[in-house]
């Protein structure tokens, strides 16, 4: 559904590791690789625990993660450097069993170096990167303006180029992807009104006209289908789904371009459900909204997103269009998570049968490792050569 | 069908410094045996409130204004706290919505799940025992007052007392090999699978300890016999050290395992022996069992049996029983009699307190009279009705004081919001309506416990001749076992820490041997729900109340945790009243459903009838708000929210938000209308009058899909 095929957040081989013990780690995610594109909704479901809220909270860089890239509009914002290292070690190895010369290795060595320090520097300085080309971007626009402009006019101008400068110096990449939390209880600070939770980041970002922070949250308020008495309210004054709205509003108010919804409606009852859906769908078709959206209600994401993604165990094992992937499920994983869907059929209900998942019995990979494949255009599967074949039968 | 469980005009409130909140306002369901009931409706509608009036835990602010909750011959409401403990947890479990906080932080998960099983042993014992004795005394009375020899009849009760026993004794330690036998086979095809595909979980030692102490205890003659416990026991000390000595190859160990699981599969097939009639003969004729094959042991012990004691014991027990039900009869035709006669103190126009309180005593010491002492299933009319009168009693003489008080409030509050409204300000409160207990109400009550008590007289009188007195003997018999089976039952620790780990294992829960010496932080939030579900289920309740247990969960785990309930709803007939707001699930689970809205139920129906039939609007709204798979147009949603409680709407509750609503939903409250046997609802629009209306389109389409899709279905099955 998306018009336009701009990749606004690639994620190339993301692995996130948690350390538990001297040299042993949990993968939450492990070597995951997906794009977005402009203007889309990307669902990603799997079970609980299997790193969908963990491959999101690395994205926004509330993680520092282990290995791999994350590019958001074609700038590095997060990089890992284990892979670099590992290949450093594996070369010395190589180097002490004879398998490479001197030289070569070296060259790996020194190349993996380099690599390490880009990724440290893009890691740090992604922001400032960004920073840097919107203060171009106001310097070009302004100055001449100022140069051309006269008297009043141009007291005015200089006042209005100071304002952006320092907002372009303060701006951040990263505050162009917001997220809204699965918990709106939680998620929102007891001890402050509706009006500073929801200002709070356009604050840090540099804005101090009262003026215009109170008409934005209003703006927002009324966006999300509150009223602008609600600003100085607290939130235990709110429901359940008025508080996930203001959890809403908090996230659309810095104008993002990419928005990570973390089980947004999970914790809310059917109807009030329908009203954050119907909410975010409104949005999305008047902003252009991007949205990732991690559920584990495949109803949910089925109706809501253009392309899922479904994770097992820290690996993405499908990715596919939404109608596509619920008419051709290739991953036994997938299938088994499909026919768990409760529907409020009660017939087919009686008479719908689990499929269950046994990674032991379903594949066997003790020779032959799997990998991410492309079965058609757009569907992706990860399966080793043998079920390649087999699926790509079964497709036809 | 048995009805478990009877819930009939129950109504809550809730104090608060803002008024009465009325959270349940007059609702009535049965629940009966081996059923799902899904109570669904939003946030606040009620349905835990519900829950939680069942289980005796409502917050210290409520009130319970009038209503019945019965269950096994009591009423839940009224009895005492000490008697609570007996049915709650034991009798009625509960699987709580958050399982974070209803576990206890700092307790180890093993300690939390053998607690209550350890401390409920004990009492179960006790209770048991003393079930046992009574019922044996009352049938040894009622065998000499029905003309049997006083001393045969002691004689005879004394001695199923004491063969019994045996029996119970025989038969469990039986069953702890058979299960044990059957239990080491479950553990042990997995991982034979597993070691096959050589790749053993990491628990896998801890499991083969396991098999093998199970496989020890599946030694009995009637289970693993001598013949082979020889291989038995050299199976049982080579596989431990085949499978850690293996280093990658487990192709020995496989096969040992494989060859032990043989032996305890044939053992399990075995047939086994009638141990009722062998503790019999073991207790009374003095002598060895006879060597012979099982089926003609079983014969030769049942003419040894039936000659000796059994046919003369059930002729005695037979006439007893129908000697004290014709008298229980005779006391019912008396109490219809006195019924019917008190009546009008009850009706007059304002009752009088002395009289009403002397002809209750009378007739609550004749009901009690018409308790036959020998029958099994307590009948719950009679055991409740002294208590319910009572109640109703008390409530109606301290309501006409309260009464009096309630209505000066409200009109000092009116008189305060006019002067207000007068001096130009607008209010930013209402008037509550006046607290005011309706007298007439209580008569009405009184008259229908009157009136279903008189009905259920009478047809148990007219039902007298059919009675089958054989069958209830038989089933009285039952009785005696299962409660001598329970003061056999003994629960240790270990066996209790066995049980647990068998549970944990039964709700899924991966490496229980490690998992149960860890806290519940360690557990992720589906594991943890498992481990409350287990904990319930510890107790071997009859009826379980789940509150929402998988709204937290992902499908795969909720279809697990489904499955789970339903499964162990099959084994144990259980009751179970699940709450929910998420559809597909109660689709999947429920027999009937009722549907709350502000503390009343809307529609009560079969599934079918509410998710293919449904007739309220407010039903209709909660199943278009909630996509399927194959929904693409605009959800619709339900505007507003649900309506303040302490001002409850004169009205249908759900009219503001109805756009279906009519005028007289504004202004009357609609009654229940029948459309089927199974099915009714409350709303004008089944008025025959109403203007017809259709379902949301969006609901149209789907119930059309549907129903096609399962016709596609049919035809390529």
Not at chain 1, 231 to 257: D, T
Request: aromatic content about 8%; charged content about 30%; hydrophobic content about 40%.
């Amino acid at each position: 559904m998306s018009s336009n095929d701009e990749v606004l957040l690639r994620v190339e081989h993301l692995c996130q590791y948690f350390k538990i013990g001297p040299n042993a780690y949990t993968k939450a995610v492990d070597d995951v690789s997906f794009d977005i594109k402009r203007g889309e909704v990307f669902g990603l479901v799997g079970e609980s625990g299997c790193g969908k809220t963990t491959t999101g909270r690395s994205i926004i860089k509330l993680y520092d993660i282990t290995s791999g890239s994350v590019y958001f509009k074609g700038i590095r914002i997060a990089a890992g450097k284990k892979s670099y290292k590992e290949a450093i070690a594996k070369a010395k190895a190589d180097l002490k069993e004879g398998k490479i010369d001197k030289a070569e290795c070296d060259r790996i060595i020194a190349e993996n170096r380099a690599a390490i320090k880009t990724a440290d520097h893009d890691q740090k300085n992604c922001d400032r990167e960004y920073s840097r080309q919107q203060i171009e971007k106001a310097k070009s626009e302004y100055l001449p303006k100022i140069a051309a402009a006269q008297g009043e006019n141009k007291a005015k101008l200089e006042a209005e180029y100071k304002d952006v400068m320092r907002k372009a110096r303060k701006t951040k990449l990263v505050t162009q992807i917001q997220m809204i939390f699965q918990d709106p209880i939680a998620s929102l600070d007891p001890r402050m009104t509706v009006r500073e939770i929801i200002a709070e980041g356009l604050i840090i970002q540099g804005e101090r006209n009262k003026k215009v922070i109170d008409d934005k949250v209003y703006e927002m308020l009324e966006l999300v289908g509150l009223v602008r008495e609600h600003a100085s309210r607290y939130p235990h004054e709110f429901s359940g789904g008025q508080r996930q709205r203001i959890g809403v509003a908090r996230s659309i108010i810095m104008n993002p371009e990419l928005i990570i919804a973390d089980e947004p409606v999970s914790a809310l009852d059917v109807s009030v459900q329908a009203q954050v859906i119907n909410l975010l769908n409104d949005l999305r078709d008047k902003f252009g909204l991007t949205i990732m959206f991690i559920a584990h209600d495949l109803s949910v994401v089925k109706y809501f997103s253009d392309r899922i993604g479904v994770m097992y165990y820290g690996k993405m094992v499908e990715l596919a269009d939404s109608d596509e992937l619920f008419l051709n499920p290739m991953h036994p994983y997938t299938k088994s998570l499909l026919s768990a869907i409760p529907l409020p059929d009660p017939k087919y209900e009686k008479a719908r049968r689990r499929i269950t998942y046994n990674p032991l019995a379903a594949h066997d990979y003790s020779v032959d490792k799997p990998s991410f494949r492309e079965l058609k255009p757009g569907h992706f599967v990860m399966c080793n050569d043998a079920e390649y074949e087999r699926y790509m039968k079964e497709l036809k | 069908m048995e009805n478990k469980l009877q819930v009939r005009n129950l109504r809550i409130s809730f104090r608060t410094s803002n008024g009465k909140v009325q959270a349940v306002r007059g609702i009535d369901f049965d629940l009966h045996k081996g059923e799902t009931l899904a109570i669904v409706g939003e946030s606040g509608s009620g349905k835990s409130v519900t829950s939680k009036a069942i289980l005796g835990i409502l917050a210290g602010n409520s009130i319970v204004e009038s209503g019945e909750i019965i269950y096994d011959g009591r009423d839940l409401l009224k009895i005492s706290e000490e008697d609570f403990h007996h049915i709650r947890g034991d009798k009625i479990a509960m699987i709580f919505q958050d399982p974070m906080s209803s576990l206890n932080p700092i307790v180890r998960i093993g300690k939390q799940l053998t607690e209550a099983m350890i401390l409920k042993g004990k009492v179960r014992q006790k209770e048991s025992r003393r079930l046992f004795n009574t019922y044996i005394k009352n049938l040894s009375k009622a065998m000499v007052s029905a003309g049997v020899d006083a001393a045969r009849a002691e004689g005879s009760c004394r001695n199923f007392d004491k063969f019994e026993f045996k029996h119970v004794e025989l038969e469990s330690a039986y069953n702890m090999s058979h299960d044990a036998a059957i239990e080491a086979i479950d553990d042990a095809e997995p991982l034979i699978f597993e070691l096959e595909k050589k790749q053993p979980s990491r628990d896998a030692s801890y499991r083969i300890k396991d098999i093998v102490k199970r496989s020890k205890m599946s030694i009995h003659p009637y289970v693993v016999p001598e013949s082979d416990k020889q291989r038995t026991s050299e199976l049982t000390s080579a596989i431990p050290g085949a499978f850690s000595h293996a280093k990658g190859d487990y192709t020995k160990a496989a096969a040992l395992l494989s060859e032990l699981v043989e032996i305890l599969k044939k053992g399990a097939a075995r047939p086994a022996p009638n141990f009722f009639r062998m503790g019999y003969y073991l207790t009374f004729s003095g002598k060895e069992l006879p060597d012979m094959p099982v089926d003609k042991l079983n014969d030769f012990l049942k003419d040894y049996l039936d000659r000796d004691f059994m046919i003369a014991f059930i002729a005695d027990a037979m006439t007893a029983i129908e000697f004290s039900a014709k008298e229980s009869k005779q006391k019912m035709a008396e109490a219809v009699e006195a019924l019917a006669k008190e009546r009008a103190v009850f009706a007059s126009e304002k009752l009088d307190k002395s009289a009403c309180y002397a002809a209750y005593k009378s007739l609550a010491e004749k009901v009690k009279a018409t308790i036959d002492p020998l029958e099994i299933t307590k009948d719950s009319l009679t055991y409740t009705f002294p208590t319910s009168v009572k109640s109703e009693l008390d409530t109606y003489f301290t309501a006409i004081k309260k009464n009096a008080k309630a209505v000066k409030v409200y009109e000092r509050d009116k008189r305060k919001y006019e002067r207000e409204l007068a001096s130009g300000k607008k209010p930013g409160w209402e008037v509550a309506d006046a607290a005011v207990i309706d007298l007439e109400l209580i008569k009405a009550n009184i008259a229908r416990i009157f009136d279903r008590l008189d009905e259920h007289y009478r047809e148990m009188i007219k039902s007298f001749d059919t009675r089958d007195f054989k069958a209830e003997t038989i089933a009285a018999i039952d009785y005696l076992m299962s409660n001598a089976s329970g003061v056999a039952a003994k629960v240790t620790r270990s066996i209790a820490k066995d049980r647990a780990i068998k549970l944990m294992d039964e709700v899924g829960i991966a490496e229980p041997h490690k998992r149960y010496n860890q806290y519940p932080f360690e557990f992720s939030g589906g594991m943890r729900q498992r481990i409350v579900i287990a904990i319930a289920l510890a107790a071997n309740p009859d009826i379980l109340i789940c509150d929402e247990p998988t709204t937290a969960l992902d499908v795969t785990i909720q279809s697990q945790i489904l499955e789970l309930i339903n499964k162990l709803k099959e084994e144990r007939h259980l009751s179970v009243i699940f709450i929910t707001h998420d559809l597909g699930v109660v689709a999947n689970m429920a027999d009937n459903v009722a549907v709350m809205y502000a503390g009343k139920i809307v529609e009560y129906g079969t599934s079918e009838d509410i998710f293919y039939r449904a007739a309220h609007p407010y039903t209709w709204a909660l199943l278009s708000s909630m996509p399927d798979l194959d929904t693409n147009e605009k959800l619709e949603s339900i505007p507003g929210t649900p309506p303040n409680m302490i001002y409850p709407p004169k009205g249908d509750a759900f009219a503001p938000r109805n756009k279906y609503a009519m005028q007289i939903d504004f202004e009357r409250q609609p009654p229940m209308f029948k459309i089927s046997e199974t099915h009714s609802a409350a709303t004008w629009l089944l008025h025959p009058d109403a203007p017809k209306v259709e379902p949301p389109k969006i609901l149209r389409d789907r119930i059309e899909r549907m129903s096609r899709g399962r016709n596609t279905n049919n035809e390529q099955q």
